[in-house]
């Protein structure tokens, strides 16, 4: 089955630094990508979902990449503020799959310091 | 608030008790999920209803753990009997359809303690 790996599980950066976070994944179906933000004490919420057709995806603040070929999908919040400090989760879903099953992505807990 | 909500939000048991975890999803939401958040292994699949019915049950966690949902708008997860390593935070999440590109809503979890 899917097997999903996130990388780095912890990172701190300064304020006005980029943070690197990375995902493999390993089923070459998977078509469906989504980052998840958990912030101290609160439920994870959704940062962005991207298909497999898009390899760039810009929000406020932060850019998703998806290489399909190496099957890796990364998330680089740039300029990052206090504010950014959470738990971050990848998640892959088999767009071929009835079930629709999510396979997540063990965590980063980023840090930024004043 | 609309979104999932699971109670409690803390529990502390002592070993060999019999715990149940409690969750309402969004209203109108066909998918639920349980999962079991640790720091070391992230977010483990325990569940999943699809329309009240059970899809999948993670294999790893069926000894113990048992979820139920009787209605549409009501979960249960039946940890018995609960052990320290059961100690986590347990997480609801909901999803309105069954298309693998819809977003999961969470609620904010149970944080047990197993003593």
């Known amino acids: 089955g899917e097997q999903v790996e996130q990388r780095p599980p912890h990172l701190s950066v300064r304020e006005g630094d980029s943070a690197f976070i990375t995902c493999t994944y390993t089923?070459?179906?998977?078509?469906?990508f989504f980052w998840y933000k958990q912030e101290p004490g609160a439920s994870l919420q959704l940062l962005m979902k991207v298909f497999s057709s898009t390899e760039i995806n810009e929000g406020q603040g932060f850019t998703v990449l998806l290489n399909k070929k190496d099957k890796r999908l990364s998330l680089n919040l740039t300029a990052a503020h206090p504010g950014d400090s959470a738990a971050y989760f990848c998640?892959?879903?088999?767009?071929?799959?009835?079930?629709?099953?999510?396979?997540f992505g063990a965590g980063t807990q980023l840090i930024v310091i004043p | 608030d609309a979104g999932v909500t699971q109670t409690p939000r803390h529990e502390v048991a002592e070993k060999g008790q019999t715990i149940i975890l409690k969750c309402e999803p969004v209203?109108?939401?066909?998918?639920l999920f349980w999962y079991r958040q640790t720091k070391i292994q992230g977010l483990e699949l325990l569940s999943y209803?699809?329309?009240?019915?059970?899809?999948?049950d993670g294999g790893a966690f069926k000894d113990r753990f048992k979820a139920e949902m009787l209605n549409s708008s009501f979960s249960t997860l039946k940890i018995q009997p609960t052990e320290p390593k059961d100690s986590a935070v347990y997480l609801c999440a909901s999803r309105q359809g069954q298309l693998s590109n819809e977003r999961l809503f969470f609620g904010h979890g149970t944080k047990l303690s197993v003593l």
């Open positions: 209203s109108g939401h066909n998918d």
């Open positions: 998640a892959v879903s088999d767009g071929g799959s009835a079930l629709g099953r999510l396979h």
């Open positions: 209803f699809r329309s009240k019915s059970l899809m999948e």
């Open positions: 089923d070459p179906n998977s078509y469906y």
